[in-house]
């Protein structure tokens, strides 16, 4: 198994318990990945580190404790700039060379340095089962890697290239950046072939009157599990982030209103995702934004829920559209693992919820889609709606 060293900058003036909560999802992450993290720490900077996002002493401290215990990955929780992974790359040569007596040309970057994408994006791609997810996830991946290696090309120039000069890494970048532009087209064009077939089965939908419901909601909420109790449908289900990535569709009768609809479940959301890897998914995330209802789940038993119901909300927004999403579309709060919670605490939580302004006026039901308790009770509420 992988070894990990996990490491955040915060602010100062910023909450710490809620850094060690980001730093503790970013350690699921690595789990789910299949890397087990030996240390993890947070370091206190008003601004970053221009040049290698941490502190250049701390990250000196890093390179000793993962030379020590033979760490595989140093993975930063934050979005990185190219030229600050290329700079640690860089530091660790140095740090090689000045501590360890290492000839930097022998040197072996036998360490991975990673940001939180690039963490994201391997999950993806460790998860992705259907043609149309794993172009998405590498549509994505170039986005987020193309900077880094266009970057790479211009510290080439700046090496082989004098003033006035056509360096070769100029050239390298500019071919680089025409190659990846070139599969970047490739792939778009293969993700709008997938798109058009989605509409046409939307349109012969809507001519048969079936109605469509979107499962959304922090990632690990219990929405495939949801689907496979609502539906019978028999789906992967995992205690992982990222466990669904493709679109998964089953179908459900909702006895009050008559009605047979579909029932849709796709990727589930997280903190911090750019807007490229958003945009990136928009292909399979089409069902959401053309839902007539969404059940957005939501896990009860997360100390953090109010948290991730706000992260949920405010990616749907940039999804549909604020208008959309406030005035147009009908949800659900469907709080989910309840089976988790003793009496005593599923009734202080329901109370608060009830209490709390943000809830206020919003349909919402609480089950355990595992145990299938309400389940019944979800679908007489959706008839309201479908």
Known sequence: MNKVILIDVINPRDNKREALE??????????????????????????????YFLGKGKLEEIFEEAIEN????????????PSQIRNIQELYIKYMKDNHEIDMKEVDINIEFWDRIDLILKIFQKHAKTEEAKLEIELASIDHMGPRIFGMGMELSRQGGGVGTRGKGETNTRIMQSHLKKQKSKIQEK???FKK??????ENRIKRGL???????????????????????DVYIADELFATLDTRVGKIWIQDSMKECLLVDTIGFIKDLPTELINSFKSTLEETIHSDLLFHVVDISDPLYIDKIRTTENI???LLGEE???????????????????????????????????????????ISAISKINTEKLKKITSKYI
Not at 197 to 202: G, M
Request: glycine share 4%; no cysteine; hydrophobic share 30%.
């Open 211 to 233: 109605k469509t419901i979107s499962l959304v909601g922090y990632t690990n909420s219990g929405k495939s599990t949801l689907l496979k109790s609502l539906t019978k449908k």
């Open 316 to 318: 749907l927004k940039e």
């Open 22 to 51: 980001r730093l503790e999802e970013l350690e699921h992450l690595v789990s789910t990945y299949g890397g087990f993290v030996i240390f993890k720490e947070i370091q206190k900077k008003t601004i970053p580190n221009y040049n």
């Open 70 to 81: 033979e760490v595989n990955y140093i993975i930063i929780n934050n979005l990185l700039k």
């Open 197 to 202: 077939t989605r509409e046409l089965h939307r």
């Open 324 to 366: 959309k999403y406030y005035k147009k579309i009908k949800k659900i709060l469907v709080f989910n693992k309840i089976d988790k919670l003793n009496k005593e605490e599923f009734k202080k939580i329901k109370n608060n919820i009830e209490k709390n302004k943000i809830f206020k006026n919003k349909e919402k039901i609480f």
């Open 191 to 193: 993700i709008n072939g």
